[in-house]
């Protein structure tokens, strides 16, 4: 009975990163496209929130080092499901809009195991209505003085991409490959022995000591 609570507790926290992605994914996808979506601060709010409990709950259930660095993973796998989430919004309008600056900034990577060194330009557009007042992407899609098609949401609930060019599938890929790697952390677990030890391989259970 205690070797099988042992494997289903082992089971629950290895899928914990699983469905803390599908919940975020969720509560993403409503903010984003909900026809009764929650105002922006509370969206983000109940994701921060969502990402938190999630990321403690794993930090307990593993433990030691080992909780620490799965929980950073996943709290780093979660935050590009939300940006998936966003890429894969529905932005209904579209505005030919006039490129007036281009920014650059160079993003590091977070460490092993996480996306690695991006660019990031950022064009402060002139459109029709005003807005979208600027745009992110990851490479540069026109120069000073052009011109771009920019899909939007007119509700502004999710970020303006260059029309045709919204791509879920990067930042969901490495999701998966963050989210892997925590639910490997967590099935890596050893149970602890009855001394509250971990049990090492090949290790036989403690035998009661015996009086003559």
């Given amino acids: 009975m205690v070797d099988g609570a042992r494997r289903i507790r082992r089971v629950g926290t290895a899928l914990l990163p699983v469905a803390a992605a599908a ?36 930090c307990v259930l593993v433990g030691a080092t080992g909780g620490f660095f799965g929980a ?15 890429q894969a919004a529905e932005r209904p309008a579209v505005a030919r809009c006039a490129v007036r600056e281009v920014h650059t900034k160079v993003q590091s990577s977070a460490g092993e195991g996480a996306p690695p060194e991006r660019t990031v330009y950022r064009f402060v557009l002139g459109c029709p209505r005003g807005y979208p007042a600027e745009l992110k992407e990851d490479r540069a899609v026109a120069a000073v ?47 602890p022995d009855r001394e509250g030890r971990p049990a090492s391989p090949g290790t036989p259970p403690p035998r009661s000591l015996r009086y003559s």
Avoid: M, N
Avoid at 35 to 51: C, Q, R
Avoid at 72 to 86: C, N, P
Avoid at 154 to 166: K, N
């Fill in 23 to 58: 919940a975020v994914y969720g509560w993403a996808s409503w903010c984003f496209a909900g026809s009764s979506a929650p105002s922006g601060a509370f969206a983000v709010v109940g994701g921060a929130v969502l990402i938190l409990l999630a990321c403690a709950a794993y």
């Fill in 145 to 191: 003085g052009q011109e771009i098609r920019v899909a939007y949401d007119p509700a502004r609930r999710v970020s303006p991409e260059s029309e045709g060019e919204t791509a879920p599938w990067k930042a969901a890929s490495w999701a998966a490959v963050l989210l892997a790697l925590s639910v490997t952390i967590a099935w890596a677990k050893r149970a």
């Fill in 72 to 86: 950073l993973t996943l709290s780093l796998g979660t935050l590009l499901v939300v940006a998936a989430a966003d």
